[in-house]
């Protein structure tokens, strides 16, 4: 009786003590201060200095974000979108109005700098019209993380940055700016806690400074296309910290990969389009974290290591045009997880290399330029993942096996520049993903009724050129097809211009030479791709003149025209402002040069030569001496 009495007693002051601790918990958050009156002020005079637009943001899910914040009594600006506040004293500390669709400018009188409480502020993907980074931004001297990248600010990154020095988090990249006085040097004296810093595009034209070798805690580190001059510190490679490293895009940075320790937490690493020489060192497998090394483009060189084939995590693997010689090591088949490869323009020997068919999970691969011999390997079909298939500029032989349309995700094949012959296969057209066929410069014949490709609804890019193929179209034709960017018919034995051409408005490379095209260019050729043809080549065919003629050719963005060895006749019509080279030799045009030639000031290459031209050489070609490297007469 005594104990269960006890009992009910210890239960009920349980309870008790439950109710009072939810009182008191709901009592402290009830008293939760409010947003502070003169920071919610300050933020509403904010969002007034811009316009919301659509267009200021690239991030397809953009919003904006401010159309949140009201001036309603009663509005705690804690609750809005974007804004966050410390939860003992109301302040805002942080301000996250990225992909927000602002557009405007901010000035050093800004409300911004009033929330001098702030510790993050990302302004990243909006649209303050190339305005400078406004030297005001000192005043936001709690900032930990500031992002302000892909916004079009532009101007020299102002030395108020730097005394910013608590940040840890500085992204800056994707904008027109400059870092030079100050420069990343003083930048890196200042700010010694980063861990994370994006400078990429930034205009820096100076070379790493080694002090950053000295920042232990540095996670990340992306300083793309910089104008980096010298030589790489090779220690910033070795810091304990660095997971993500790419200084791409940087063509007169040297340096050396150096030897790696073991415990290296490197996830990322990109040098490609720098001057990067060496090699690769064997103590890379101990890159156990690594997911992509990307080295295209730089100037390594020797044996590739089999090490290389321990790096377990590898996804994305870029070597391409380097000097690399030797064999490819079959111990790469352990790259289970390799979903990107790309081994393209170096010296390897192409043998050997079955052991690329283990590799199932390959959605894109590239082994252009490796001297691969004999037929298109067998080992291919396996790869039923990819999408990028590149073998061009090697010496491969034999038919298009069939088997190709087991590579049904398929959106790029490239074959081109090889030894191919036979037709083209129907199992082409079967690969209905297909948006770019490069099969140009091989001994493929046979008659090719162009209509099958129109098929390929999702064709861009169609390269036939320079092969022994009979291509027919059937005028009577009211198929509608693809639309094209990049279109390569020369020497496919043509006798008109194929009737597809006129729904072309999207071209920006036409190649029809060496065919057998005759007559008068159409009137309706000049409706295709007005604003975006940048290449015409129609020479060596038999074309006599236009049906209706120009005197300004009517191609906005057109650089390369080349109309040369035809049969055409009357006044030398004149390319638009933007061309750079201009052939029209061995032709029958007449009349007098025409003076608006003068006024083509990115002409590099004017023949004129064989034709029936007369009178005076205009004296303003004079002009053009700065740009013309060829002129023939």
């Excluded at 084939?309 to 690399?324: A, E, I, P, R, V």
């Excluded at 061995?586 to 590099?604: A, Q």
């Amino acid at each position: 009786m005594v104990s269960s009495v006890y009992l009910f007693m210890l239960v009920h002051s349980l309870i008790l003590l439950l109710c009072f601790h939810l009182m008191v918990t709901n009592s402290t958050s009830s008293m939760q201060p409010q947003c502070d009156d003169n920071e919610s002020s300050a933020l509403l005079e904010f969002k007034q200095s811009f316009v919301i637009a659509q267009h200021a943001s690239d991030d397809p899910f953009a919003y904006p974000k401010v159309a949140t914040w009201k001036s309603e009594e009663g509005s705690d600006c804690c609750s809005w979108d974007g804004v966050e506040c410390n939860k003992d004293t109301g302040h805002v500390i942080g301000l996250d109005l990225g992909s927000s669709c602002l557009y405007g400018s901010i000035n050093s009188s800004s409300t911004l700098f009033l929330l001098v409480h702030l510790q993050s502020l990302d302004l990243s993907d909006n649209d303050f019209n190339y305005s400078n980074i406004p030297s005001g931004v000192d005043q936001l001297s709690s900032l930990r993380s500031l992002n302000l990248s892909s916004s079009r600010f532009s101007g020299q990154i102002p030395s108020e940055v730097l005394a910013l020095s608590k940040l840890v988090f500085l992204d800056l990249s994707q904008n027109q700016l400059k870092l030079q006085k100050p420069d990343l040097r003083n930048l890196v004296q200042k700010l010694i806690h980063l861990k994370n810093l994006d400078l990429s595009q930034v205009n820096i034209s100076s070379p790493v400074p080694d002090t950053l070798a000295n920042y232990s805690s540095l996670s990340s580190l992306f300083l793309e296309n910089c104008g980096l001059s010298g030589e790489f510190p090779r220690d910033i490679l070795q810091l304990p910290s660095l997971q993500f490293l790419s200084v791409r895009n940087n063509p007169d940075l040297t340096g050396y990969l150096p030897e790696f320790q073991e415990t290296s937490p490197l996830k990322l690493l990109t040098l490609a389009g720098t001057s990067f020489s060496g090699g690769l060192p064997a103590s890379a497998d101990n890159l156990d974290s690594l997911n992509e090394l990307d080295i295209s483009s730089c100037h390594f060189t020797g044996l590739v290591s089999s090490s290389i084939g321990q790096l377990s995590q590898l996804t994305h693997l870029d070597l391409s045009s380097n000097s690399f010689g030797g064999q490819i090591p079959s111990f790469w088949a352990n790259l289970s997880q390799l979903t990107f490869l790309e081994v393209s323009s170096n010296n390897f020997s192409g043998e050997a290399m079955d052991w690329i068919g283990k590799l199932t999970k390959l959605t894109h691969l590239g082994l252009d330029s490796i001297n691969l011999k004999g037929e298109i390997p067998p080992f291919l079909a396996n790869l039923t993942q990819l999408d990028y298939l590149s073998l061009e500029f090697n010496q491969l032989t034999g038919k298009i096996p069939s088997w190709v349309m087991n590579l049904t995700r398929l959106t790029s094949l490239a074959l081109g520049y090889n030894n191919l012959h036979g037709p083209i296969p129907s199992s082409i057209f079967e690969l209905v993903n297909l948006e770019i066929l490069y099969l140009r410069s091989n001994d493929l014949t046979g008659i090719l009724e162009l209509d099958m490709l129109l098929k390929l609804k999702k064709l861009t890019r169609l390269g036939l050129s320079d092969n022994k193929l009979l291509l027919r179209t059937d005028t009577s034709s009211n198929g509608t097809g693809p639309k094209f960017k990049v279109l390569g018919l020369a020497s496919c034995n043509l006798g008109e211009f194929p009737h597809f051409l006129r729904n072309q408005d999207e071209l920006e490379l036409l190649k029809l030479s060496n065919n057998k095209i005759h007559g008068k260019i159409p009137k309706w050729i000049w409706n295709i791709g007005k604003e975006t043809l940048s290449l015409m080549d129609l020479a060596h065919n038999f074309l006599t003149g236009f049906e209706q003629p120009m005197v300004v050719l009517p191609w906005v963005s057109l650089i390369y025209l080349e109309l040369s060895s035809n049969m055409l006749q009357g006044s030398l019509p004149v390319p638009p402002s933007s061309i750079s080279t201009y052939f029209v030799e061995n032709n029958r045009f007449t009349g007098k040069i025409p003076p608006l030639l003068c006024n083509l000031s990115l002409l590099h290459m004017l023949d004129l030569s064989n034709n029936t031209l007369s009178g005076m050489i205009p004296e303003c070609l004079s002009n053009l001496s700065n740009s013309l490297s060829v002129l023939n007469l």
